[in-house]
């Protein structure tokens, strides 16, 4: 990780850091190809909810850095866009964003699915992960869905992928192995300060958090592509202190006229879902009661538009 970049980004990070007698710090980047469980990961790692995830590719589009201290260690993870193949200038920018990461971490995590045939999505992301400067640890994951055969099996098969510091597997979902993958990744970290605040989880703003809680709901509620082709904008929020209650207004944008109905629905009906849904989890994110207004509107082709990427905080 460039630190002068990471400061820039950060000016929190590392004021008045202590660096006690013994205390590590460093970074960890989970990358692999979409789906691998690289964002399950790193909230089981955080033993709470920080990135969103689905079961759809392409879901997380910001690369973003959560903080777990602990009071021997400080281990910074770095979530990824999975690297694919891609289709347009968002896939470009996931790309980048992604390979970028890889660069100048202390430990690199290849995340492998271990209920799927390694095929050439995960070969070509290892091909990048060969040359990170960091040590490299390859992570079987999703084991409650496979036999003891099948990790073996793919434990065998994951072994050429790289020259391996370590190979190890766990469930994020039922939370086996997570700990022991910690602890090994944290052996790899060298002496360092606190480059987070104990009280700092994450760089992303909560704005950012926000729509990111709102597009999850979007892709767990409507089919196709169309979920991939909307964004979302918070507008405004605001803390009502009296009644403990925070109002926040968000928009999400479609990229042609003809997808708002397919977001609205009959009467509202499938928003109006969306709504119940994403306010339930920003309740338990913010710790108030929310009041959400969801609207839909159209930027044309926005997915071809640099710019438009840049200011939903998409990628770098
Ligand atoms: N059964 C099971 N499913 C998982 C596990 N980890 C992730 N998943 C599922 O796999 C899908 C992709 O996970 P996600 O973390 O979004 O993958 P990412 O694209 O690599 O960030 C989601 O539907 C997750 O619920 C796991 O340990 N066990
Ligand atoms: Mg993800």
């Known amino acids: 990780m460039d630190l002068d970049a990471f400061f820039a980004e950060n000016p929190m990070g590392g004021v008045g850091a202590v660096s006690p007698q013994g205390f590590k710090s460093g970074f960890v980047a989970l990358v692999g190809r979409p789906n691998a469980g690289k964002s399950t990961l790193l909230n089981a790692m955080m033993g709470k909810k920080i990135a969103i995830t689905s079961n759809t590719a392409q879901t997380t589009r910001h690369r973003f850095r959560a903080a777990l201290t602990t009071e021997d260690f400080q281990l910074v993870i770095v979530d990824t866009p999975g690297i694919h193949k891609p289709h347009d200038a968002l896939g470009e920018e996931l790309n980048v964003s992604a390979e970028n990461a890889i660069g100048d971490v202390d430990v690199v995590a290849l995340l492998v699915d271990t209920t799927k045939p390694i095929g050439r999505g995960d070969e070509w992301v290892a091909a990048r992960v060969r ?100 964004g979302v904008g918070v507008e405004q929020m605001e803390y009502v202190r009296k009644k403990d209650l925070m109002r926040i207004f968000a928009v999400i944008y479609v990229e042609r006229e003809s997808q708002k109905g397919i977001i609205i629905g009959q009467g509202g009906r499938a928003v109006r879902q969306v709504g119940i849904e994403a306010r339930c989890d ?12 969801l609207s839909v509107k159209c930027k044309k082709d926005w997915r071809r538009d640099a710019n438009q990427i840049r200011r939903f905080g998409y990628g770098e």
């Open 282 to 293: 920003l309740e338990q994110l913010l710790g108030c009661r929310v009041f959400l207004d």
């Open 131 to 230: 040359e990170a400067r960091g040590a490299k640890v390859c992570v079987l994951t999703k084991t409650d869905r496979a036999t003891p055969e099948q990790v073996r099996h793919q434990l065998e098969a994951a072994r050429s992928l790289a020259d391996w510091d370590a190979i190890t597997s766990l469930s994020a979902q039922e939370g086996t192995g997570v700990a022991a993958f910690i602890d090994l990744v944290a052996g790899h970290l060298p002496a360092g300060p606190k480059w987070f605040p104990d009280d700092m989880d994450t760089d992303l703003s909560e704005e950012v958090m926000v729509a990111e809680f709102i597009r999850e709901k979007v892709l767990l509620n409507y089919r196709d592509e169309v979920p991939h082709a909307i």
